[in-house]
């Protein structure tokens, strides 16, 4: 999937796009709840989530139960 978020050292950078992964085959996935897993290995937290204005801009079929069980899309 892609998402975008915003750079809170940089406003005028304007949104950034990364690559990354929702599973459930993470470390930080307890009881079968999904995470959202960057480019480098680690979890994408709510606190980071909220704060850096993250967005789901594209994501894969396979992804769309996943992303709507955690409340990210309609």
């Known amino acids: 999937m892609t998402l975008s978020y ?5 406003r005028e950078k304007g949104r950034q796009k990364i690559k990354a992964q929702i599973t459930t085959q993470h470390p930080a996935s307890s009881y079968g709840q999904p ?11 709510l606190m980071s989530w909220v704060t850096m204005d993250y967005r789901v801009e594209r994501f894969a079929k396979k992804e769309e139960g996943l992303l709507r069980q955690m409340g990210l899309i309609a």
Request: proline share 0%; net charge negative.
């Open 6 to 10: 915003r750079d809170l050292f940089d």
């Open 35 to 45: 995470v959202i897993v960057l480019e480098d290995g680690g979890a994408l937290d």
